[in-house]
């Protein structure tokens, strides 16, 4: 397969497989049957130190240790079309000659004809974060408005909450113990195959899917599941966020069997409902739409679409109505934002069918939910998996998620990156003379330094307990020099305002991120580091 095949055959899969790919603290690469390398992700080359245009002439027995190649060989040749390994260890050797112990699998699809084979690994030893942010992920997750399942990466429950209990009729223990996997307690409807969990790989949020959940008493609920994967305390889990649609499941089928009741089921639904005819405008809406946006009955059926929708949302919303018209295929389900009376902005997962006259579609029915909460939700999330709690500031994840980006960036136009990478001097001596609270203090003094010293669109991260990096976007190297002297400066200024025990005093090394000679995000971290280090040297040992 030669590249330009290879780019042509990975562009459905990059978009089916992006999460893997962009956001996964996995190493990913995919390679044909001869091993060699067509493609892998960011952690995968920075960890294991190789820049994209090195993949052209590697091959797998190039990363993995001599004594173990013939063992990670042997899996790849016994894997057919749509197989995959069972869980195995070894351990890769990057660039520099380090290694780098990891455990996971190897799936086989097939492209284009061809037989790829997707390797998916993690770090087997991995620092987990202060047991704190599992109990701000919990707190966050007490507020869901809608009953959800936490699994762990072999699919089994670990954690939920009481409304997925009051739901299904178990208690916390007995769900404590199921894996879904094993089709006890969740199965796809018949005419879907789509798996809720693929054991050991976490897919990217997609279109929430329709499910029917075995209930203790026997009975069954019809259910729409949406599946998030997070990232908690280093450890990746699926969330499974659970809304029970039995009652609308029934009142679709009651409007099917009955038009007499159709008007009082209707009004009095649960869900959103507005029927369009094919031209857009409005034929009906329930109260329950009405009160969403805000409007008295009569008031919402004078709304037109792009009175009720985002703006930057309302070509899409119409385009969609259009296509329905013509019949041709668009997603079922979608996501929107909407416009209330008031003004306030409301995220909405829209549900939409056809009506037809016999063969002539007349219009569309659509049930619409408020989920402004859920993205709330899924926000803090974000912030949770990509920030410095202490500070506030980005932690290492964060910082080496955008500055990978601004990296590309710089490769595209050409134009380099400034790095610094800072210490907080002393800071056991201050945890031993004046207790922790005053070292956390310090460690809050230098990020508010960084923040009045660096632009809004620099990035600062607080990359270790006492380290700080910034990645200074729109900067020359000549710049390095004038860099450090303005931090420098904003220390000195800090100390002159503030009255303490003691005075701020930091650490500085810098380095350069050229695009033609470029290092990845370790390596550039490593090397000011270093020149940090020695900078720290030169002043204890003047």
Known sequence: MNDHSAKKSFCDFEKTLGILFDITNDLVHVADTNGKIIIANHNWLSILGYAIHDL????????????????????????????????????????QGKQFPVNGKLT???????????????????????????????TLCEHLPYPYFLIDN??????????????????????MTVNIT???????????????????TFLSKGAPTEYVLYCKNASRANIEMTRIPV??????????????????????????ESEERYRDLVEHADVAIAIQDATGAFKYANKRCADLFGYGPEAIMKQSISTIIHPDDTQRFLQYHRARMEGKFVPRRFEVRGIRRDGRTLFLEVHTA????????????????????????????????????????????????????????????KKGLCILYADLDNLKWINDSFGHREGDQAIRSVAKIFRNTFRDSDIIARVGGDEFAVCVTGAEKDDLPLIRARLQKTVKEYNILHSTQFDISISI??????????LNIDELLTEADARMYATKWEKNNP
């Open 56 to 95: 052209r002439t590697i091959k797998i027995s190039d990363i993995v240790r001599e004594d173990l190649r013939s063992e990670f060989l042997d899996a790849m040749e016994k894997l057919g079309s749509g197989q995959s390994s069972d869980l195995f260890e070894t351990v890769f050797v990057t660039r």
């Open 108 to 138: 086989s699809s097939e492209y284009d004809g061809e037989i790829l084979l997707i390797g998916t690994f993690s770090a087997i030893s991995k620092k987990y974060p202060q047991a704190a942010e599992a109990d701000r992920f919990t």
């Open 154 to 175: 072999h699919g089994v429950i670990i954690a939920c909450n009481d409304d997925a209990c009051d739901l299904s009729g178990y208690t916390h223990e007995e769900l």
């Open 182 to 200: 094993d089709g006890t307690l969740f199965s796809p409807l018949e005419d879907t195959d789509t798996p809720i969990f693929v054991e050991g």
């Open 231 to 256: 990232i908690i305390q280093d450890h990746q889990s699926l969330m499974l966020i659970v809304r029970d649609i039995t009652a609308q499941r029934k009142t679709e089928q009651a409007l099917q």
């Open 354 to 413: 056809v009506l037809r006259s016999g063969d002539e579609i007349t219009g569309t029915r659509s049930y619409l939910w408020d989920i402004s909460m859920q993205k709330d939700i899924e926000k803090k999330l974000r912030i949770l998996t990509l920030n410095d709690q202490l500070t506030g500031l980005y932690n290492r994840r964060g910082f080496n998620t955008l500055t990978i980006q601004q990296m590309k960036y710089a490769d595209r136009m």
């Open 509 to 518: 090394g810098t380095t350069y991120y050229d695009p033609d000679n470029p």
